[in-house]
């Protein structure tokens, strides 16, 4: 059985490595777009923690940026 | 117009979305795995050498759409002077992107069981390669240009230019004595595909254009973030 869905009449090695690639470039394009986000993310919070209290009320004051400080986005 | 497309009220969406998104993407894909590479039947004529279509087609009608939906959310952006438009369609590229390689990889898989080469200069293979390339060009555009006004310009002719090669990709199999076979599935009419097949194949679809939303809201919230990185220097 296990053999069979490997082999499939000799044509495993073009399916499972058509499926592996898929997969392959999914999991690169989703650890690309995290590590961005994550470093973008980071950068804001930095430069949010070097703000003099009045400039950080004011960014306080917009509706993303308040999101983007909860932490409650998750990815 | 469009208030709903403004980023203050699309972030408190797109930021709480992607965890749910991923789940669904997750159990979609699952499903369609097992269809793809265990229940469906294989070909008579092409043998199990067919399943390489539930990756390949999926892949190939997502970069179509999502090309077609930037080249409209451009020149949308440029009628109703809505640059929110622009960050869409610059998020929703890299997948696009990502899908048309993965057509073209597992294309050229798919050609050498069935047409005994990996790469032939057929019409459909040479206007999908013009598409990667039209992909590339307009991703690269953002990141070379600084100007605001210049990149905009700039991406959407590369799109307007980009869009007379779609109808070319779809109707190449009609207009041109290719290798690829004329299209299985139509809307209009009746499929030329059994169901037992056509079930995998939308379900792998469902699954790659979770993926595709899942890729648009990480890319657009980090578009955000980014701008509102811009607007703390500006404090």
């Known amino acids: 059985m296990i053999n069979e869905l490997l082999n499939m009449n000799g044509y495993g090695l073009y399916v499972w490595s ?3 690639f898929t997969l392959l470039s999914f999991a690169t394009l989703y650890s690309v777009t995290k590590v961005q986000y994550i470093r973008e993310k980071n950068k804001f919070i930095a430069k949010y923690g070097e703000l003099d209290a009045q400039k950080a009320k004011i960014a306080r004051t917009q509706t993303i940026n308040q999101e983007i400080l909860s932490g409650s986005q998750s990815i | 117009m469009f208030k709903i497309f403004e980023p203050n009220k699309i972030f408190l ?3 709480k979305a992607p965890k749910y998104v991923m789940a669904l993407f997750i159990a979609v894909i699952s ?5 793809a590479l265990i229940l469906s039947p294989e070909d008579y004529k092409q043998s199990h050498s067919v399943r ?9 009608w997502i970069s179509l759409g999502i090309f077609s939906s930037i080249t409209l959310l451009s020149l949308s952006g440029y009628i109703f002077k809505n640059k929110n ?3 869409i369609a610059k998020s929703l590229a890299p997948s696009g992107l990502v899908f048309n390689i993965i057509a073209l990889v597992t294309g050229s898989i798919w050609g050498k069981p069935t047409w005994g080469t990996w790469w032939a200069w057929d019409a459909r293979i040479t ?4 598409l990667a390339i039209f992909y590339l060009l307009y991703l690269i555009a953002w990141r070379i240009y600084e100007d605001k006004e210049k990149v905009l310009k700039i991406t959407t002719l590369i799109t307007i230019f980009g869009i007379i090669n779609i109808p070319i990709i779809k109707y190449s199999v009609d207009w041109w004595n290719t290798l690829h076979q004329p299209a299985s599935i139509n809307i209009m009419s009746k499929s030329a595909i059994h169901s037992s097949m056509l079930l995998p194949l939308m379900i792998m679809t469902a699954a790659f254009a979770l ?9 657009y919230n980090t578009e955000l973030i980014k701008l509102k990185n811009k607007g703390l220097d500006r404090l």
């Open chain 1, 18 to 20: 058509a499926f592996s």
């Open chain 2, 13 to 15: 969406i797109t930021s």
């Open chain 2, 31 to 35: 499903i369609g795995l097992i269809e």
């Open chain 2, 52 to 60: 390489i279509m539930y990756v390949h087609v999926p892949a190939a």
């Open chain 2, 85 to 87: 438009f622009f960050l």
């Open chain 2, 127 to 130: 206007s999908m390669l013009i």
């Open chain 2, 211 to 219: 993926f595709s939303l899942l890729i648009f809201l990480m890319k």
